[in-house]
């Protein structure tokens, strides 16, 4: 069946827009001097700055504040099978729960080194109608609760002298979590993909520094699909890379233009298969199909333009992102742009 983004790529096979060029008349000068020839036309509009989409702003929610639907600096945002919205407001040491009206439903967390408290926590990610996992920075930890809030215990301790001994100094980035339960942490220290079982266990490592398919500089976000395919944002290499479900790199695509990657990359799997890509530093966001044509952008030019910070489709092909400078959450539309 075909999604509503998948009508849209349609039907933008249909409508083509031409470069517009433009010739410049020679400059007026002295009576005596020769006329300057004229300038040779213009280039079209660059093909890398023209989508066939764009990112429309459909809501606004959150302001800076300790109370109910306030935030400070948040960071994580997961959206479960219901719709219903988990940010983790990082500043606040909690996360808050929302419907997909942005009605607020309630919270969990707190300041605190117990396992229902958090110190900082950042990346969100819900798997399916199970369960929503927390890594909990300041911790060094991934916690996992019910979707209610409800805890269900700390997953992996990453300070853990077993786990210490087995990985070395660990700086987790991100997060994300397989249909059956399989974690996937990013590691900034080690350069590398850290996977758990479901019970906690280490199965896997994946990476290593380097700038080969399948080696990572700095790795952060990291996204999971249905197929168990995994993005992993590579600020370090200026990329993100695919991998398929054993691990093996299958793509690797180069930032858009005006990206940075200095405070690292989140990403998302999308719709039809699109996928997203958020630069934390400038706020940039791109959507891109399999093949790494971005398809629609978001270039924040205003002061009070949203910049993301993360970054997470909903069930109806909608963008959320947090932004942890304006503290709030925004959520766009893709629609197809003007001819």
Known sequence: MRGPLTLLLL???VVSRPGASAAILPAAGAPSAPSAPPSPPSPPESTSTRTPFRLKLETTYGKFGVGAGEFSGPTGVAVDPLGRILVSDTGNHRVERFDSSFVFLGEFGGFGYED???????ALWVGGALAVWVLDEGNARVVKYDLAGRLLGVLVSLRSPET???LDLIDPGGLAADRGGELFVTDDAGDRVLTFDPLGSILLVRGGFGAQPGRFNRP???AV???GRILVGDPGNK???LLDPFGEAVATYPLDPGMTAREGLAVAFGPDSTWALADRATGRIAVL??????????????KGDPRASGIVFDGRGRLLATDARGHRVVRFRLEAASP
Not at 289 to 302: D, Q
């Open 11 to 13: 039907c933008a096979l």
């Open 116 to 122: 229902t408290r958090f110190d900082r926590p950042t």
């Open 164 to 166: 210490r001994a087995a």
């Open 220 to 222: 952060s976000g990291v």
């Open 225 to 227: 699909d249905d197929r």
């Open 239 to 241: 990329r993100v890379q």
């Open 289 to 302: 199909n399999s093949a790494g044509v971005v398809l629609a952008r978001h270039v924040p030019a205003a």
